[in-house]
């Protein structure tokens, strides 16, 4: 059974481009989570969705960022003109019905 | 906020015991003790996780208080990719949104 999948694991872009962040669960998990990792400081909790809803937003910016998790395919985490504070890593946990949540093993953004 | 309280920082010899304690005085009847780990450069871990009573598993020991305010993560012979930071984290269920602290950074020393 692979492991959460991430994509891309390195992302660079320039001030004002959009980052589309790529997160595949495991196997048989139905609940995505997505954390951000600012340089030097802790994991803070963004975003929760299982398939096709948004359980828990509470973290997220409140603009330039949206995540989704459609029926079919990875859940996306969009950050639209992005800016140098944006820079950080990037990761995502999946959980099955009833068990711990599984990490994968990030996304770097560097906004140049 | 995190609800647990750790040691910022401890050392290890190579190959010797190591006993990570975690205080979570305000922890509810229906919360997990849950550890994570994160190596450099990397996500993190899952560890070990458990309710009321002692656990083990292939990578580690969780040993919990009788009142559950206190547990204590042991690794039985820290070698040098055990370094990392040690997060004690509380989760209601596996739903719940983890709340990272700063977590313990272990250094093993060879």
């Known amino acids: 059974n692979a492991g959460v999948m991430q994509n891309p694991r390195h992302l660079v872009r320039r001030r004002g481009q959009e980052a589309r962040l790529r997160c595949s669960p495991m196997?048989?998990?139905?609940?995505v989570y997505w954390y951000r990792q600012l340089p030097e400081e802790g994991l803070k909790f963004m975003v929760y969705?299982?398939?096709?809803?948004?359980?828990?937003e509470s973290g997220m910016p409140k603009e330039r960022f949206s995540a989704e998790f459609p029926k079919e395919g990875p859940s996306i985490l969009r950050i639209q003109q992005v800016v140098r504070g944006d820079s950080a890593a990037y990761f995502c946990?999946?959980?099955?019905?009833?068990?711990?949540?599984?990490f994968g093993p990030g996304t770097r953004l560097t906004v140049l | 906020d995190a609800k647990t309280t750790q040691p910022n920082s401890m050392e290890s010899n190579e190959e010797e015991p190591v006993h990570l304690p975690c205080n979570h005085s305000?922890?509810?009847?229906?919360?997990?003790i849950h550890w994570y780990r994160q190596l450099p450069s990397q996500g993190p871990e899952y560890v070990i996780h458990?309710?009321?009573s002692n656990v083990n598993n292939r990578m580690a020991s969780l040993a919990i208080a009788e009142d559950r305010k206190s547990s204590t993560l042991i690794l039985h012979r820290a070698t040098l990719r055990d370094a990392a930071v040690y997060y004690c984290i509380l989760l209601a269920t596996s739903y719940d949104k983890v709340i990272f602290g700063p977590g313990t950074s272990l250094s093993v020393i060879p």
């Open positions: 969705l299982q398939k096709e809803n948004i359980i828990d």
């Open positions: 458990g309710l009321t």
């Open positions: 196997k048989g998990h139905s609940h």
């Open positions: 946990a999946s959980s099955p019905y009833s068990d711990t949540q599984y």
């Open positions: 305000t922890i509810s009847g229906t919360d997990y």
